[in-house]
């Protein structure tokens, strides 16, 4: 695997249902970003972890539930979403503490909340 | 506060035609960096360039090139000879040194080339 990886690509899931989102990237990175991009907004940057602490929550609904546990995994955990929610949900890594680096992405996962 | 404005919501050209995609960026930062982003239909965010503040140095890579203007605050696009593999989204995106690592997108520009 080369790049960054997100699975699944497309989850369909319940109001009720819990699920998780994993992402791995394979780039030697030291920083993981969860971003949601929905119909006709701007990609939404929701968390961002450097050195496997969050440094960043931009106001995420707690039933978004972001889970770290090294440099390389990135975990997005869902429970009790709403049908608003429905959205890609993209995973980035970059090199951190060098202001400007660019992030590199993964290819998404496609959420649908029925 | 920053912010990335990209006007043109979806652009239609015929193949061969030479299209300008537009990035107009606002910063109170000196010291900023401004990215360009391919997203195919595929869903993966591509990196094409970056550029920082200190640098208005033209770029050209192929088809593609790059207009930095800082007295317009805009960092231009253009694609030379559009092909359909060109068609997809593309972001313009801003972040800042003071920023830690938040990128700023734009909106995106919708780019269809018909053959």
């Known amino acids: 695997e080369t790049g960054v990886t997100q699975t699944p690509r497309h989850l369909v899931m319940g109001m009720t249902n819990k699920k998780s989102l994993k992402c791995e990237q394979h780039l030697g990175h030291n920083a993981m970003y969860w971003y949601k991009q929905s119909a006709k907004k701007p990609l939404e940057l929701m968390f961002v972890y450097n050195f496997k602490e969050q440094t960043e929550n931009n106001s995420v609904p707690s039933r978004f539930s972001p889970e770290c546990p090294n440099s390389s995994h990135l975990f997005l955990h869902l429970h009790t979403l709403q049908p608003e929610d429905s959205a890609l949900y993209l995973c980035?890594?970059?090199?951190?503490?060098?202001?400007?680096?660019?992030?590199?992405f993964g290819p998404g996962t496609r959420l649908t909340v029925t | 506060a920053q912010k990335v404005t990209q006007a043109q919501t979806e652009i239609s050209v015929v193949e061969k035609e030479d299209v300008t995609l537009d990035c107009v960026y606002e910063t109170r930062d000196t010291t900023y960096y401004l990215f360009w982003y391919k997203q195919p239909p595929s869903g993966e965010l591509v990196f094409l360039i970056r550029r920082n503040s200190f640098d208005e140095q033209n770029e050209i890579s192929g088809r593609y090139s790059w207009n930095f203007q800082k007295s317009t605050s805009s960092f231009n696009f253009t694609i030379t000879a559009s092909q359909v593999v060109d068609s997809a989204v593309y972001f313009c995106?801003?972040?800042?040194?003071?920023?830690?690592?938040?990128?700023?997108f734009g909106k995106g520009t919708k780019l269809t080339v018909n053959p």
């Open positions: 995106a801003l972040t800042t040194q003071g920023g830690s690592e938040k990128l700023v």
């Open positions: 980035a890594s970059s090199q951190a503490g060098l202001a400007g680096n660019e992030q590199y």
